[in-house]
């Protein structure tokens, strides 16, 4: 069941005809959930191209935020909001074409290629792994003294019971470009999964990997054809985009806000809209940025706005962050990282909630007062997005998700269209209040 308000509607429109239609709009439009709306429509419409790196939807996306900090009177560190940077990345430019049994499939609904998969051409026999080579050392040696070269393997990998078996399990899945130890030659894996998960890679592997729906037809695979072409660029030219508004009071000392901007991108002919992750993230990190340039007279500290690029690239964005960070590292006060945010049906988890006691205690104590979620909830250290970088070289820092609702991640189906944001508004004001509290206080 999903609710459309006619702003929505207008601003899908808008954004088809002209992406930045809702940008023009965004002036009159007030903090909260209707100017979210329109920001998450833009980053995940076609246009941005899953803000990944084909037909420059990354630098797209970039080119909204720039024009958003300009708009909200940001100001920028240095000359510019850019802060670049460049890495390595495998893409797929061009279509492909996956068949099984003769019949075409689906890329995205039935199957995924792992993005390590080299440039694959041609037909091939497809043949099942017997598990029983787990539990039997004979077929275990006949298994890997087999020659697979030419042709495809398709396993099961769910139900796996023992750590060993797990584990011999994924040392046959990953390939040794990824750091796996597989001893043998496939022309290509086909994985069985109940849930088609996309990644990224910086290198590529020396076989297909592709993982596929256990209900989809490659169940019954015998043969696949496959024409694949994968383009390595050595140099992926990206930029955070990083904007602060002036406190009046310890002008030099920062609360920290960041939200990923990046997500997947386009892989041959589908893309991975990334509404939940992160364009929801980017949406809150723009209400806050709008709130407080409406409202800066209260700010004893400054207010610094990081939108980051490569975060689904081993957080690399954040990470060249703080080894190049803009101002010291230690005149960070307290860091929220926000990094999707589109449900919230049951509430949110709070990352480093266990180690900053006090702030998330704060929390808590805020949502008890003012009834805005239906849970908080604490979770320890994890190195899952880009507050981690900060955590690590001694930032106090926090990350919030939300959850419940749609359960779409790294896949096709999360899209603008069934993002709900159920609980942005209740959030952001739980965010306001939080960063009123860190405000007051004298560090
Ligand atoms: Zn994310």
């Known amino acids: 069941m999903r609710k ?14 002209f992406p930045f239609s809702c940008f023009a709009q965004n002036e009159n439009i007030p903090a909260g959930k209707a100017y979210a709306r329109c920001i998450v429509d833009t980053l995940a419409s076609p246009y941005m191209g899953g803000r990944g790196y084909i037909d420059n939807g990354n630098k797209r996306a970039a080119d909204y935020l720039t024009a958003q900090f300009k708009n909200l009177g940001l100001l920028p560190f ?46 091939y026999p497809v043949v099942k792994l017997d598990r029983t080579i787990l539990t039997d050392s004979t077929k275990l040696k006949g298994f890997f003294a087999h020659d697979y070269s030419q042709t495809f393997l398709l396993m099961d990998d769910s139900g796996a019971t023992d750590k060993k078996e797990k584990e011999l399990w994924q040392s046959i899945e990953v390939s040794p470009a990824e750091g796996g130890s597989n001893p043998f030659k496939a022309r290509g894996i086909i994985v069985l999964c109940d849930k088609l998960t996309e990644e990224t890679s910086q290198t590529v592997g020396n076989y297909a990997l592709i993982n596929v729906l256990r209900k989809s037809p490659f169940r019954y695979a ?86 980051f690029s490569g975060e689904e690239i081993a957080l690399l964005g954040s990470k060249y962050y703080t080894e190049n960070p803009l101002f010291p590292l230690s ?77 779409a991640y790294h896949d096709i189906y999360d899209r603008r269209e069934t993002l709900p944001l159920t609980k942005f508004d209740e959030v952001f004001k739980l965010l306001r209040q939080f960063t009123s509290d860190i405000n007051q206080r004298k560090f």
Request: proline residues 5%; glycine residues 8%.
């Open 78 to 123: 240095d000359t510019s909001y850019r802060q670049k940077f460049s890495y390595p990345v495998n893409t797929y430019p061009t279509a492909y074409i996956v068949s099984v049994n003769g019949d075409v499939t689906e890329p995205g609904a039935d199957y995924i290629i792992i993005p390590s998969t080299p440039t694959t051409k041609g037909n």
């Open 4 to 17: 459309i308000s006619i702003h929505f509607h207008f601003c899908i429109v808008a954004t088809l005809l």
């Open 222 to 307: 015998k043969s696949i054809s496959i024409d694949v072409r994968n383009k390595l660029i050595k140099s992926f030219p990206t930029q955070n985009i990083i904007g602060y508004i002036k406190g009046n009071i310890q002008p030099d000392s920062f609360i920290v806000f960041t939200a990923h901007y990046d997500h997947l991108g386009k892989m041959g002919s589908i893309y991975f809209p990334g509404a939940n992750d992160n364009a929801s993230g980017v949406a809150m990190l723009l209400n806050l940025a709008k709130y407080y340039s409406q409202h800066k007279d209260s700010l004893r500290y400054s207010i610094a706005f990081m939108a």
């Open 331 to 407: 005149h960070i006060r307290f860091l929220v990282n926000m990094d999707i945010m589109g449900t919230g049906d049951e509430g949110i988890t709070v990352v480093n909630g266990t180690i900053y006691k006090s702030a998330f205690d704060d929390l808590v104590d805020i949502n008890n007062e003012d009834h805005l979620l239906p849970l908080i909830k604490p979770r320890g250290e994890t190195a899952n997005s880009d507050h981690y970088f900060f955590y690590k070289n001694h930032v106090p820092s926090i990350f919030i998700y939300t959850m419940g609702g749609i359960k």
